[in-house]
């Protein structure tokens, strides 16, 4: 069918991203007389939230990741279509891409968000990021296999570079990937590696500011930070880091730490297809849209999740999985009661479900609504209407949560199964190393 | 620990190659108050037989692969070397890799076999073959992008390229892919593509010969044969490959085949190590060694697997985990028995477990030993001694034997899941795209 021109018979709907808003936004349109055209780089939708478990090869990559067509099968209504998008006209109302011009009545920007390296080259050149699959890959990769460089590195200088980790930003992707390492290296590398002592690895991370897991109260906070340490983690807070080299990580105040692998945990900005879109960015070149997530100037045209600058009472949304996914609903309402049938529907209300981060095995945090009718409660105090939990309750409320969450049932008994067996045997079983590293990778993935 | 000089205390024995062959030898080796050193270019041994299956999305890379380190973590005399072997030297009685020489008193060489194009350059690169972990990765990216190429693609000649497919070889490789192919077809991309029509896919497997699966009785031949053309399979016997281009492939008539993807499932070499070990080569660079898996002149250095040219009951031993296993096994005997201790080993005997190779879901063929005491039946006609199955029974006899033999519970219990729930929802959902495909490919990976 011809992407170049909308359809005679009814309107086309294009959504730009696959991830939990866009996917959410085009399944939510389906059944409503609208055609609804399906735009990602990659062919599967992915659950971000647990990439730190494949970068530490605790799970398989098809664990976390599901087909997108196979999530659409049944909507013979959704077209999808694997592509990059390379810019959006605005007034022409079609978007470029590398398979070609595609038209639309109706835009939904869901292209997600990149880590944010805040024009640091050094740093982009050489820490490891953690947003996509390939990203969990090449990291997993580097992980196992400066453990393999170290085995036989007879220097001691150089084995301490390869078995020091520098994790930068003590937020949920620093705070879970050093706990998930920590426990790598006691349950699998002191096994697979019998010259290898449990002080030969130093996992560092960083903080910029005075606390870990900002958003959580202070209470949870500190529970966190016992936690890595008594994994071994060692945490340094109000530290900021200047730059980096093939030898280390260079700090602010000129202190040098001398490790092969930095990861870089903190600050995401919207993903590059914001730099053509001509409209109004906020922070982080997050699309400026209004309070029913549509363009100022084009209400045909809308953003969402983290890749739109939305707020809500006074401070932007989160740019976690729920927002993402209540605004593409929302978005679908828009479209589907209000732009074509000139309803009027209830303004955009965030329902905060809560988060949670694992540390460890039966390790979490967790602040999540006391159970009683949303309605009731939301205008009370977040103190009064959430419930704040650690350790074992935490982490079972966390599993069961990010189970649920899983992409298919398929993939949710696999990564059952996985964890369970993990969880049983402390073994991360995933651990191959299936290519080069990071920069040295042509390839988008491993 | 100095790898470039053996211990004082104890012989040093080095295993070139983690596969069926070099990791049950090294296993072996383990316990006789020998230092083993296990090389190879993989952190992980791979289980080949199943790599259409990966191939095709079936099973996820992590199915058929486990950790080396993990399988050998109680064998605290095996030392794991991530490394490649670049050359043997045997006067100096060390070996070349990539991470330093590393010195042996015995030598093992089980480095294994590659793809053997007989030196055609357009085929070497443009078809994709389907021996490692990144063959298989490479080929289930080309499998599904050209499915997502044709469903944008408005030329109807390039979409039917995009989805023609040209398998060479009617061996197990091109009979399992071809029929593993048509049903990833049938059962899934006729469900992920709304548009797709069943006669628009073509699945073309050409044979040099005059009948698929040779090694195997007539009747199982024709089996095969109606079965793959019932899956929609186009079957060509007596039919030479030319040679390859962008377009599609030149068969030795002069007729051309318009295609997009060639996938080379015929003939094998040995791994190209062997052009650097100065040694008596037989077919395809095999390294000939004498009755004790010995090369002649080195009664220290052996060569086992698909990597040596032996010769057993006048015929060659077939290129198949049981003679690689076997082989492996011997060879730790003499090494431990015979060259240590004097002693006197029976010769080496290869026991034909028989072979078995799957043409669908609940379709294969399989031929092997009748129940009976080996010894006592050894010396009777094969045709007495074995046992011809086809259809449900060759295949539920395939499944189990594939289960048994997958490495680690944990990856049995995945294999199992996805497999079981493969077969029940005819669904295979491992089809995600990790990376651009084949030569484009720069990483050793997808």
Request: aromatic letters at 8%.
């Amino acid at each position: 069918m011809a992407l170049n021109e909308t359809p005679q018979d009814r309107k086309r709907v294009v959504v730009v991203g696959a991830g939990f808003g866009g996917l959410t936004c085009a399944r939510k349109l389906s059944g409503h007389g609208l055609e609804i055209v399906l735009v990602d780089r990659n062919n599967y939708t992915l659950f971000q939230p647990l990439l730190y478990q494949v970068g530490t090869a605790a799970l398989h990559r098809e664990a976390i990741a599901e087909p997108v067509r196979h999530i659409i099968q049944d909507n013979r209504d959704i077209q999808f279509v694997l592509a990059e998008v390379q810019s959006v006209d605005l007034t022409q109302r079609q978007i470029a891409t590398t398979v070609g011009a595609v038209a639309y009545d109706y835009l939904v920007l869901a292209a997600g968000a990149v880590p944010n390296f805040f024009g640091n080259k050094s740093i982009r050149e050489t820490a490891f990021a953690l947003k996509t699959l390939s990203d969990a890959g090449r990291l997993r990769n580097q992980i196992l296999t400066v453990f393999e460089e170290a085995s036989v590195e007879t220097d001691e200088a150089r084995r301490e570079q390869f078995l020091t980790f520098v994790i930068v930003g003590g937020g949920p992707i620093g705070v879970e990937l050093s706990g998930a390492l920590a426990e790598l290296v006691q349950n699998v590398m002191l096994k697979d590696y019998h010259d290898l002592r449990i002080g030969d690895v130093k996992i560092i991370l960083l903080e910029a500011g005075d606390a870990l897991m900002k958003p959580y109260p202070r209470s949870l906070q500190d529970y966190t930070l016992k936690r890595l340490q008594k994994l071994g983690v060692e945490v340094r807070l109000n530290v900021r880091v200047q730059g980096s080299d093939e030898t280390g990580v260079v700090l602010a105040d000129g202190s040098h730490i001398p490790a092969h692998t930095l990861v870089w945990g903190t600050g995401t900005r919207a993903a590059e297809l914001t730099d053509h879109v001509d409209a109004p960015k906020g922070r982080g070149g997050l699309i400026q849209v209004g309070s029913d997530f549509s363009l100022l100037n084009h209400p045909e045209v809308f953003a969402i999740g983290d890749f739109a600058d939305y707020m809500f009472e006074g401070s932007p949304l989160p740019g976690l999985a729920q927002p993402a996914i209540q605004g593409g609903e929302y978005v679908a309402e828009v479209i589907t009661k209000v732009r074509e049938q000139g309803q009027t529907i209830a303004p955009f209300s965030y329902w905060d479900k809560g988060t949670m981060a694992v540390i460890g095995r039966g390790a979490a945090i967790a602040s999540v609504p006391r159970p009683q009718p949303y309605h009731a409660d939301r205008h009370r105090g977040k103190e009064q209407r959430f419930l704040n939990l650690h350790g074992f309750p935490a982490w079972s409320a966390w599993l069961g949560l990010h189970l649920t969450y899983l992409g298919g049932f398929r993939n949710r008994m696999v990564a059952a199964l996985d964890w369970s067996w993990d969880y049983v045997r402390n073994e991360n079983q995933d651990r191959l190393i299936t290519a080069v590293r990071q920069k040295e990778a042509e390839s988008d993935d491993e």
